[in-house]
T-cell receptor
Framework: DTAVSQTPKYLVTQMGNDKSIKCEQN?????MYWYKQDSKKFLKIMFS???????INETVPNRFSPKSPDKAHLNLHINSLELGDSAVYFC?????????????FGDGTRLSIL | SQKIEQNSEALNIQEGKTATLTCNYT??????LQWYRQDPGRGPVFLLL?????KEKRKERLKVTFDTTLKQSLFHITASQPADSATYLC????????????FGKGTRLSVIA
């Protein structure tokens, strides 16, 4: 009955590879997010989708491409992985896009680039 | 530049005491401010939301205040317990409306028995 689930939990891969992280929410929420938490623990927004439409796209390299096949899913594909991409990536969802909405987070995907 | 600061990286208190965490911001005019708890290896969990026109919000042993003049929010945990040990994050929107949340770096609270 997990509300926001991400897979995989851990991802260890070589520099230059392409990888994907999947996220699903069963809360019936309209809005989903991807955040990056780096080694300094700052949690920064990367993307946000509302009803499958991209509404926030922060300054993120083009190598990162989100995809939302339906409003319950938001996947993140990363091309040509670099050492600096090592971080924990969190998916989250909220009822709608308003900043008065609590966000529900998954438990993160720990990406390590060798 | 716009900034959010949480008073200290780590805070240690004795069990039973009140923990007070501070979130200061500059150059924002947030309509809402949220507090989250994050345990090691887990995602943040929403605790409380307070609106700009609210002075105080309570939930069980938790209390949040929001002073838009001082540009500060205080987060209190009364009768603290070792189970309250975690990192606490404040988050706010840049200005009222559909703007993304900006998170502070967090304060790691340790409640010592």
């Amino acid at each position: 009955d997990t509300a926001v689930s991400q897979t995989p939990k851990y991802l260890v891969t070589q520099m230059g590879n392409d990888k994907s992280i999947k996220c699903e929410q069963n809360l019936g929420h309209d809005t989903m997010y991807w955040y990056k938490q780096d080694s300094k623990k700052f949690l920064k927004i990367m993307f946000s989708y509302n009803n499958k439409e991209l509404i926030i796209n922060e300054t993120v390299p083009n190598r990162f491409s989100p995809k939302s096949p339906d409003k319950a899913h938001l996947n993140l594909h990363i091309n040509s992985l670099e050492l600096g991409d090592s971080a924990v990536y969190f998916c989250a969802s909220s009822q709608d896009r308003g900043s008065n909405q609590p966000q529900h987070f998954g438990d993160g995907t720990r990406l390590s680039i060798l | 530049s716009q900034k959010i600061e949480q008073n200290s990286e780590a805070l240690n208190i004795q069990e039973g005491k009140t923990a007070t965490l501070t979130c200061n911001y500059t150059n924002y005019s947030p309509a809402y401010l949220q507090w989250y708890r994050q345990d090691p290896g887990r995602g943040p969990v929403f605790l409380l939301l307070i609106r700009e026109n609210e002075k105080e919000k309570r939930k069980e042993r938790l209390k949040v205040t929001f002073d838009t003049t001082l540009k500060q929010s205080l987060f209190h945990i009364t009768a603290s317990q070792p189970a309250d040990s975690a990192t606490y994050l404040c988050a706010l929107d840049l200005y009222s409306g559909n703007t993304p949340l900006v998170f502070g770096k967090g304060t790691r609270l340790s409640v010592i028995a």
